[in-house]
């Protein structure tokens, strides 16, 4: 905790296992990356340990009846959900959304434990010609300023919109009686490939430079950040018919995306006319979305923080796992979903369990 913080935080941080910690040092040879991990809470979850260092600031945050969170393990499509549900609470408002990045529409409330400044040494060679080092410190300057004092500076009269990958426990216990929240879920397999890329794409903390197979293992061990996902999807799950939970899953949307923003739309108490509607389809459509500046990372490229063969709007596909796993893998994965499955009535909509 920051120094002075007296906010109750009602968890531990616990170093990785030793063997844990080996595993992930193989994995990241160039990086100290594994030595940053550590544990929070009876479930688990992995975080930065800098994690620390606003964790009772977003526990105990100061809520509003007008905030909506859209939260998610990353790489479930929360940056889809976060168009589709910021649109919807601004009457549609294209300008505004194409003049001002998703980014800064939305505070993300973990963001700062990624942005240790006095990781770039490692992480970049000032020799390096490809980035922009001066530049690459003013955004994670930015990046590392916690955003619960970005939103507390925010006007009452302002709605706030909150991209969190935390899970719930972490999260104020009272949340769901004070603000909304919209949770995007995805199959596992496919977020992990997503998770894979991802973790090529940002050069943010460390460059996962293994194969995929290598960071399969690391994810269905619980090793990666914001693991365990089951645990994370679990906890929202159980609150999906609380009124102000609207809880959705990344192949709905991608099925029946128009059914989607109808869900949405409800949830948010919004109308829209069916041409509204047509329109707001057209524009979250992967192939808009992925050429949309305002949500697609591609400035942050410029800079050198994006891998030349990454992108942050990849490829939008269900099921594409099947294109990366190997028949052990896809043994694994199935002994492993129905071990997590087994004891809850979570059902992924796609899955014939
Ligand atoms: P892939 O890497 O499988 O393509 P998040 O926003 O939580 O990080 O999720 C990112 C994933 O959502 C990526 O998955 C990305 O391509 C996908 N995505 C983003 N916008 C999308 C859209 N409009 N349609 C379909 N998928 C989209």
Same mark, same amino acid.
């Given at each position: 905790?920051?120094?002075?913080?007296?906010?109750?935080?009602?968890y531990e941080f616990e170093d990785l296992k030793a063997e844990e910690k080996e595993y992930l040092e193989k994995m990241y040879k160039f990086s100290d990356y594994p030595s940053e991990l550590s544990r929070v809470g009876p479930?688990?979850?992995? &975080?930065?340990?800098?994690?620390?260092?606003?964790?009772?600031?977003?526990?105990?945050?100061?809520?509003?009846?007008?905030?909506? $969170? #859209?939260?998610?393990?990353?790489?479930?499509?929360?940056?889809? %959900?976060?168009?589709?549900?910021?649109?919807? /609470?601004?009457?549609?408002?294209?300008?505004?959304?194409?003049?001002?990045? &998703?980014?800064?529409?939305?505070?993300?409330?973990?963001? $700062?434990?990624?942005?240790?400044?006095?990781?770039?040494?490692?992480?970049?060679?000032?020799?390096?010609?490809?980035?922009?080092?001066?530049?690459?410190?003013? #955004?994670?300057?930015?990046?590392?300023?916690?955003?619960?004092?970005?939103?507390?500076?925010?006007? #009452?009269? %302002?709605?706030?919109?909150?991209?969190?990958?935390?899970?719930? /426990?972490?999260?104020?216990?009272?949340? &769901?009686?004070?603000?909304?929240?919209?949770?995007?879920?995805?199959?596992?397999?496919?977020?992990? #490939?997503?998770?894979?890329?991802?973790?090529?794409?940002?050069m943010i903390i460390s460059r996962f430079e293994g194969t995929f197979k290598e960071f399969w293992n690391l994810f269905y061990k619980d090793l990666c950040i914001f693991c365990p996902i089951f645990e994370h999807v679990k906890?929202?799950?159980?609150?999906?018919?609380?009124?102000?939970?609207?809880?959705?899953?990344?192949?709905?949307?991608?099925?029946?995306?128009?059914?989607?923003?109808?869900?949405?739309?409800?949830?948010?108490?919004?109308?829209?006319t069916q041409e509204e509607s047509v329109r707001l389809y057209e524009h979250l459509s992967f192939d808009n979305f992925k050429n949309n500046k305002s949500v697609n990372f591609e400035d942050m490229r410029e800079i050198g923080?994006?891998?030349?063969?990454?992108?942050?709007?990849?490829?939008?596909?269900?099921?594409?796992?099947?294109?990366?796993?190997?028949?052990?893998?896809?043994?694994?994965?199935?002994?492993?979903?129905?071990?997590?499955?087994?004891?809850?009535?979570?059902?992924?909509?796609?899955?014939?369990?």
């Open positions: 905790m920051e120094k002075g913080n007296t906010l109750p935080f009602p479930k688990g979850y992995v &975080l930065l340990k800098s994690y620390k260092k606003d964790a009772a600031n977003i526990y105990n945050m100061p809520l509003r009846p007008t905030d909506v $969170f #859209v939260a998610s393990y990353q790489r479930s499509g929360t940056t889809w %959900t976060q168009e589709l549900v910021w649109l919807l /609470s601004n009457d549609l408002d294209y300008k505004t959304a194409a003049a001002i990045p &998703l980014t800064e529409r939305y505070p993300f409330l973990d963001l $700062f434990m990624f942005a240790e400044i006095n990781h770039l040494d490692a992480l970049f060679k000032p020799t390096d010609t490809t980035i922009d080092l001066p530049k690459i410190e003013a #955004v994670f300057e930015i990046f590392g300023q916690p955003a619960t004092r970005i939103l507390e500076a925010m006007p #009452v009269s %302002t709605p706030r919109f909150i991209k969190t990958h935390l899970p719930m /426990s972490l999260l104020k216990p009272s949340l &769901l009686d004070t603000a909304k929240m919209v949770y995007v879920a995805r199959d596992p397999r496919d977020v992990v #490939v997503s998770y894979y890329h991802h973790s090529k794409l940002f906890e929202a799950w159980e609150k999906r018919n609380h009124p102000n939970m609207l809880f959705l899953f990344y192949e709905d949307l991608s099925k029946d995306l128009n059914a989607s923003i109808s869900r949405v739309a409800d949830f948010l108490g919004k109308k829209i923080l994006l891998a030349p063969t990454e992108s942050f709007v990849r490829k939008g596909k269900t099921g594409g796992w099947r294109d990366y796993f190997d028949e052990e893998m896809t043994q694994q994965a199935e002994q492993w979903i129905a071990d997590n499955l087994r004891n809850t009535d979570l059902r992924y909509p796609h899955m014939n369990n």
